[in-house]
């Protein structure tokens, strides 16, 4: 039986058989990862408290044939600020299912395991719940290659609006931003692509084409302290999230809970 060991995020835990736990695993080398941790829902497990969603933990496991299985198991951060506040626990579990639905299994997943560790510590430590979101879609999506452009037209590479040498842009001062062309389209490639072209897109405003930029472009560290227009902000969360549905061709469950309870406290 051969065992390995890796550093794991805790996605998602589901019970399985009567007493042992499924989860689903984000791991550096191996991408998505589902095993089962056997007698973990018993009370005298050790097992138990390592595997809890947005753990960061540390696991020994063995390989099987359809199902890997955890040996042990070692806390390396717990998130429990995460499960403590209503919000944020909502934000944490979308996270975790967006990471599911694009992290491939089986495959090198560093860079995806970095940006999803940090996004949980800055839920944790108090970071704008909105703001972070947004910047964990758009790293997201630009690591898993769907990454929408906010500079430069994904079409023509004209410059759009906000970016040296911009263009005048078109609707008032607003650019276009189509998921199905992978971002913002200059007003000519708009105009060559019409109605069949451009569904399911919106407009955005300046403060929102340029609040994508700084997120795509900021150090983790600089999240906490970026202050967007609240309505850049909203602009912004439909665009990621028409791009979202367009690469997952669904829109995340998750999604919606976060919307229903983000301003509880």
Same mark, same amino acid.
């Given at each position: ?26 791991? $550096? ?5 589902? *095993? ?25 496991? %063995? ?31 979308? &996270? ?15 860079? *995806?395991?970095?940006?999803? @560790? ?10 704008? &719940? ?16 769907? !990454? ?10 004209? $410059? ?12 008032? !001062? ?23 072209? &451009?569904?399911?897109?919106? %407009? ?5 084409? !340029? ?13 906490? *302290?970026? @202050? ?31 919307? &229903? ?5």
């Amino acid at each position: 039986m051969a065992l390995y060991k890796t550093e794991a995020i805790v996605l998602k835990a589901e019970d399985f058989g009567e007493s042992h736990r499924l989860v689903t695993l984000l791991t $550096p080398a191996r991408g998505l990862v589902r *095993a089962v941790a056997k007698g973990a829902r018993r009370p005298t497990s050790r097992l138990a408290g390592a595997l809890l969603p947005f753990t960061h933990a540390r696991l020994l496991l %063995w390989q099987g044939r359809s199902l890997d299985g955890i040996s042990q198991a070692e806390v390396r951060q717990s998130f429990r600020a995460l499960r403590e506040d209503l919000p944020r626990m909502a934000g944490a579990l979308y &996270t975790c299912e967006v990471m599911g639905e694009l992290v491939p299994e089986m495959e090198e997943s560093a860079a *995806a395991f970095r940006l999803h @560790r940090t996004a949980l510590g800055l839920l944790a430590v108090g970071a704008r &719940t909105d703001v972070t979101l947004r910047y964990f879609e758009l790293q997201l999506l630009r690591l898993a290659g769907f !990454g929408p452009r906010f500079d430069r037209c994904p079409a023509c590479d004209t $410059p759009v609006l906000g970016a040296p040498g911009e263009s005048a842009g078109v609707g008032g !001062g607003r650019t276009y931003f189509s998921p199905a062309a992978g971002g913002c389209l200059c007003p000519a490639c708009l105009g060559r692509a019409g109605d069949a072209g &451009t569904g399911g897109g919106l %407009w955005l405003g300046a403060a929102a084409v !340029g609040a994508a930029r700084g997120l795509l472009n900021c150090r983790p560290r600089a999240v906490p *302290a970026l @202050r967007f227009p609240a309505v850049a902000l909203a602009e912004l969360g439909a665009a990621t999230d028409a791009c979202l549905r367009h690469v997952l061709e669904k829109r995340p469950r998750s999604l919606a809970f976060w919307e &229903t309870v983000r301003g509880y406290s």
